[in-house]
């Protein structure tokens, strides 16, 4: 524990460092696109920020795979993180795609397979997340989450094939604006997937350490959970699955 | 390998007996896409180029929203009357089990869509009663009874299970939702197998690697 | 009520497992709900031949020990073997020898008694099962009630229907939690007949219960749970109401939840 923090903190102070070049890069630096003029720079964020939200779907499910396995509770951890991060990543994702398409394509929302595939996969997160919080923590919880987290894992692929088909069949109205990706375009392209992949990193073991720190919380509860005076008697009652056995006879 | 095959009948002819007797299941199907469709046929002013533009997506959505209802019932009903403990009590492995319910969910599914498909195709007035929609349908229904089945195993615990089950069924089963609505509009405007072959390819690779991904997961979804 | 010299049954095969032979073995078995520990390191061992009964306060974890035991329910740590067959690994083999009947009936209401025997005699792979389910319907007192449908059926007949369901397959070990509960005298009769043919024949029976005096009278060993473990572990012989109640008596060993 002792050596953590300060392995923390130069994680941190790389992040930090890493986004102050990134963001001078993208509003300083990098030459504005000719075609798209400075909507395109919402690129820089839009891009890693989908790449991260995909990798975090398989963090979730190697991590949940690896819990199915183990029962060990630290995987459980990290796929909470791992699905905690996604979904904010997704959301973001979603935005700056949203705020770049509007004025270059003219629309809002199109059915282009990347952005589908994100919008589809946010909301599996959510349903994730969502399980997690309606659920009474304890094994259970761990076990069945590991189960959503990998089959949301293995649709994503499905989703993303789908979407593609999808967007063959129904080709959209909106003209194509590939922009070029050498030069200076693509060394920003380059830091700032580096400087996300590095934040998704920071932000992830942050969220792992909270939960830790809260399953040690709750482990500490329950040793003392047996002493009546500390613990008030409809703790269990809510901790309970609503199908499982009374705790004793009734 | 015959002797599997009899335990999963047995286990699903249990649940055709038991809706025999209740109808909860095929009946809150059928009515509740009745009434989606319904409601559509009022939303949209329904002209013979609109019907088959939206009626693919009304039928099939129809399906999706009422099949969820279902499926919500067939593990419920096993939870209350705790008969779900009866059936871990037994040496049947849990894969078995898990088929048991599903070829008991893809049977209820199947005898509501009997029903929907020919009211659909009269209140939209467009042809759904095709050997190439009815492939379609078998192909949909295996998918969302793995799917629908495996997941309501996971939300039969949850409290609020009725709001659970739809938010983690509905967006996995997108991809296979995109392929029965985009196969049955080539079909309603006349095209023809080859015209739908990647959507087909897309529902196959779906149903494949959910029911072998659900069956393997099952048996740690009911572990308590 | 039950002896153990009691008259060898006709049902069961007596002498089938020597006496003696560890039936159920568990270590060091650990349990929690959420926040709330039910098992602590509980060590349990019960051979063939005995009728044991569970005694403990409420909310001491006798419910979850039987689910447990059943297979149901699967401890956070500790290892349990019956006849030798580890959990879980080797749960569908263990599941073979354990009948169980816990709080709730475990049949489908909706059902007759007789489809649901015919069922779960189905899934245990129960030989000539329609002589099988007649057999027990008889025993049960239930025969003129097999086509009826459980929901139909009053408490104590239902409970009679889930005591010829945990029967079917013949199995050595016989979880019962609080089987007399609600039970009218001629049901009670039969539970009492089944436990000592059942013992008679040289296999187990786990039993909790909530009426100590009956318990201990009708069993050859017992055992008090409380904070967690087994507070006491006697023959039955060697034990009084008051050494039950005393250990249930001290508030400080009640857990959480406990009345």
Same mark, same amino acid.
Not at chain 3, 164 to 193: F, K, Q, S, V
């Given at each position: 524990?002792?050596?953590?923090?300060?392995?923390?903190?130069?994680?941190?102070?790389?992040?930090?460092?890493?986004?102050?070049?990134?963001?001078?890069?993208?509003?300083?630096?990098?030459?504005?696109?000719?075609? !798209?003029?400075?909507? !395109?720079?919402?690129?820089?964020?839009?891009?890693?920020?989908?790449?991260?939200?995909?990798?975090?779907?398989?963090?979730?499910?190697?991590?949940?795979?690896?819990?199915?396995?183990?029962?060990?509770?630290?995987? %459980?951890?990290?796929?909470?993180?791992?699905?905690?991060?996604?979904?904010?990543?997704?959301?973001?994702?979603?935005?700056?795609?949203?705020?770049?398409?509007?004025?270059?394509?003219?629309?809002?929302?199109?059915?282009?397979?990347?952005?589908?595939?994100?919008?589809?996969?946010?909301?599996?997160?959510?349903?994730?997340?969502?399980?997690?919080?309606?659920?009474?923590?304890?094994?259970?919880?761990?076990?069945?989450?590991?189960?959503?987290?990998?089959?949301?894992?293995?649709?994503?692929?499905?989703?993303?094939?789908?979407? !593609?088909?999808?967007?063959?069949?129904?080709?959209?109205?909106?003209?194509?604006? %590939?922009?070029?990706?050498?030069?200076?375009?693509?060394?920003?392209?380059?830091?700032?997937?580096?400087?996300?992949?590095?934040?998704?990193?920071?932000?992830?073991?942050?969220?792992?350490?909270?939960?830790? !720190?809260?399953?040690?919380?709750?482990?500490?509860?329950?040793?003392?959970?047996?002493?009546?005076?500390?613990?008030?008697?409809?703790?269990?009652?809510?901790?309970?699955?609503?199908?499982?056995?009374?705790?004793?006879?009734? | 390998?015959?002797?599997?095959?009899?335990?999963?009948?047995?286990?699903?002819?249990?649940? +055709?007996?038991?809706?025999?007797?209740?109808?909860?299941?095929?009946?809150?199907?059928?009515?509740?896409?009745?009434?989606?469709?319904?409601?559509?046929?009022?939303?949209?002013?329904?002209?013979?180029?609109?019907?088959?533009?939206?009626?693919?997506?009304?039928?099939?959505?129809?399906?999706?929203?009422?099949?969820?209802?279902?499926?919500?019932?067939?593990?419920?009903?096993?939870?209350?009357?705790?008969?779900?403990?009866?059936?871990?009590?037994?040496?049947?492995?849990?894969?078995?089990?898990?088929?048991?319910?599903?070829?008991?969910?893809?049977?209820?599914?199947?005898?509501?869509?009997?029903?929907?498909?020919?009211?659909?195709?009269?209140?939209?007035?467009?042809?759904?009663?095709?050997?190439?929609?009815?492939?379609?349908? +078998?192909?949909?229904?295996?998918?969302?009874?793995?799917?629908?089945?495996?997941?309501?195993?996971?939300?039969?615990?949850?409290?609020?299970?009725?709001?659970?089950?739809?938010? +983690?069924?509905?967006?996995?089963?997108?991809?296979?939702?995109?392929?029965?609505?985009?196969?049955?509009?080539?079909?309603?405007?006349?095209?023809?197998?080859?015209?739908?072959?990647?959507?087909?390819?897309?529902?196959?690779?779906?149903?494949?690697?959910?029911?072998?991904?659900?069956?393997?997961?099952?048996?740690?979804?009911?572990?308590? | 009520?039950?002896?153990?010299?009691?008259?060898?049954? *006709?049902?069961?095969?007596?002498?089938?497992?020597?006496?003696?032979?560890?039936?159920? *073995?568990?270590?060091?078995?650990?349990?929690?709900?959420?926040?709330?520990?039910?098992?602590?390191?509980?060590?349990?061992?019960?051979?063939?031949? *005995?009728?044991?009964?569970?005694?403990?306060?409420?909310?001491?974890?006798?419910?979850?020990?039987?689910?447990?035991?059943?297979?149901?329910?699967?401890?956070?740590?500790?290892?349990?073997?019956?006849?030798?067959?580890?959990?879980?690994?080797?749960?569908?083999?263990?599941?073979?020898?354990?009948?169980?009947?816990?709080?709730?009936?475990?049949?489908?209401?909706?059902?007759?008694?007789?489809?649901?025997?015919?069922?779960?005699?189905?899934?245990?792979?129960?030989?000539?099962?329609?002589?099988?389910?007649?057999?027990?319907?008889?025993?049960?007192?239930?025969?003129?009630?097999?086509?009826?449908?459980?929901?139909?059926?009053?408490?104590?007949?239902?409970?009679?229907?889930?005591?010829?369901?945990?029967?079917?397959?013949?199995?050595?070990?016989?979880?019962?939690? *609080?089987?007399?509960?609600?039970?009218?005298?001629?049901?009670?009769?039969?539970?009492?007949?089944?436990?000592?043919?059942?013992?008679?024949?040289?296999?187990?029976?786990?039993?909790?219960?909530?009426?100590?005096?009956?318990?201990?009278?009708?069993?050859?060993?017992?055992?008090?749970?409380?904070?967690?473990?087994?507070?006491?572990?006697?023959?039955?012989?060697?034990?009084?109401?008051?050494?039950?109640?005393?250990?249930?008596?001290?508030?400080?060993?009640?857990?959480?939840?406990?009345?």
């Amino acid at each position: 524990m002792t050596a953590l923090p300060k392995i923390r903190l130069i994680w941190l102070g790389v992040t930090a460092a890493l986004m102050a070049l990134t963001l001078w890069m993208i509003f300083l630096w990098v030459p504005t696109e000719i075609n !798209q003029g400075n909507i !395109q720079r919402s690129l820089y964020f839009h891009v890693p920020v989908a790449w991260i939200a995909m990798v975090a779907i398989v963090l979730v499910a190697v991590a949940s795979v690896a819990y199915l396995k183990t029962r060990d509770e630290k995987w %459980d951890r990290l796929a909470v993180a791992g699905a905690e991060t996604g979904v904010i990543f997704a959301a973001l994702m979603l935005i700056t795609g949203m705020v770049w398409a509007k004025p270059v394509w003219g629309v809002w929302w199109t059915g282009e397979p990347k952005l589908t595939t994100t919008l589809i996969l946010f909301f599996i997160y959510v349903a994730y997340l969502m399980f997690r919080a309606y659920f009474p923590p304890g094994e259970q919880r761990r076990r069945l989450a590991a189960i959503i987290g990998l089959m949301g894992a293995i649709d994503t692929p499905i989703i993303y094939y789908g979407a !593609q088909l999808w967007e063959r069949a129904h080709p959209s109205a909106v003209v194509g604006s %590939d922009s070029s990706i050498d030069g200076p375009i693509g060394l920003t392209w380059m830091v700032a997937t580096l400087t996300f992949s590095v934040l998704f990193v920071y932000v992830a073991s942050e969220r792992y350490r909270l939960r830790k !720190q809260e399953d040690e919380v709750m482990a500490l509860r329950r040793a003392i959970s047996l002493q009546p005076s500390r613990t008030p008697s409809s703790s269990m009652d809510n901790a309970e699955p609503i199908s499982s056995a009374p705790a004793g006879g009734a | 390998m015959l002797a599997s095959l009899g335990t999963v009948w047995t286990l699903a002819r249990k649940d +055709l007996l038991l809706e025999l007797r209740s109808r909860d299941i095929v009946l809150a199907i059928v009515v509740f896409a009745l009434l989606v469709i319904t409601i559509f046929t009022f939303a949209i002013e329904l002209t013979p180029s609109r019907s088959r533009d939206v009626g693919p997506g009304v039928l099939w959505a129809a399906v999706a929203f009422a099949g969820v209802l279902g499926l919500n019932r067939s593990f419920a009903m096993e939870a209350e009357g705790s008969t779900l403990d009866g059936l871990m009590l037994t040496p049947v492995s849990r894969e078995l089990i898990f088929f048991g319910k599903v070829l008991g969910n893809f049977i209820f599914v199947i005898i509501a869509e009997i029903v929907i498909f020919p009211v659909f195709e009269a209140l939209f007035n467009i042809s759904v009663l095709q050997i190439e929609t009815i492939v379609i349908a +078998l192909l949909a229904s295996i998918g969302f009874s793995a799917v629908g089945t495996a997941f309501a195993a996971v939300s039969v615990r949850v409290r609020s299970r009725e709001i659970m089950l739809p938010l +983690l069924f509905l967006p996995t089963s997108v991809p296979l939702i995109m392929a029965a609505v985009e196969s049955t509009s080539v079909v309603v405007n006349g095209g023809s197998w080859a015209d739908f072959s990647d959507w087909l390819q897309l529902a196959i690779m779906f149903d494949v690697i959910f029911v072998i991904a659900s069956a393997v997961l099952f048996q740690y979804v009911l572990e308590e | 009520m039950i002896s153990p010299t009691h008259d060898a049954p *006709e049902i069961l095969d007596p002498g089938a497992h020597p006496s003696g032979v560890i039936a159920i *073995e568990a270590s060091r078995l650990e349990k929690s709900f959420g926040n709330a520990a039910v098992l602590r390191g509980l060590d349990m061992t019960v051979r063939d031949g *005995e009728v044991v009964a569970i005694f403990g306060a409420n909310g001491v974890g006798k419910s979850t020990l039987l689910r447990v035991l059943a297979t149901l329910t699967r401890p956070d740590h500790g290892n349990i073997s019956i006849y030798g067959s580890d959990l879980p690994k080797q749960a569908e083999v263990a599941r073979l020898s354990i009948g169980a009947v816990l709080h709730s009936p475990m049949l489908y209401g909706d059902l007759t008694v007789k489809e649901n025997l015919t069922f779960f005699g189905k899934m245990f792979r129960v030989p000539g099962l329609t002589e099988r389910v007649d057999e027990m319907a008889a025993r049960m007192g239930l025969a003129r009630r097999l086509n009826q449908r459980v929901r139909e059926l009053s408490h104590g007949f239902q409970k009679r229907a889930a005591l010829a369901r945990a029967l079917m397959h013949r199995p050595r070990i016989l979880l019962l939690d *609080e089987a007399e509960t609600g039970l009218d005298e001629p049901a009670r009769l039969i539970l009492d007949g089944v436990i000592a043919e059942h013992h008679g024949a040289g296999h187990a029976v786990v039993m909790t219960t909530h009426s100590i005096e009956r318990g201990i009278a009708g069993s050859d060993r017992v055992f008090v749970l409380s904070g967690g473990g087994v507070a006491l572990d006697r023959p039955s012989s060697q034990v009084t109401s008051s050494d039950v109640t005393d250990l249930y008596g001290d508030p400080s060993l009640i857990g959480p939840g406990g009345t």
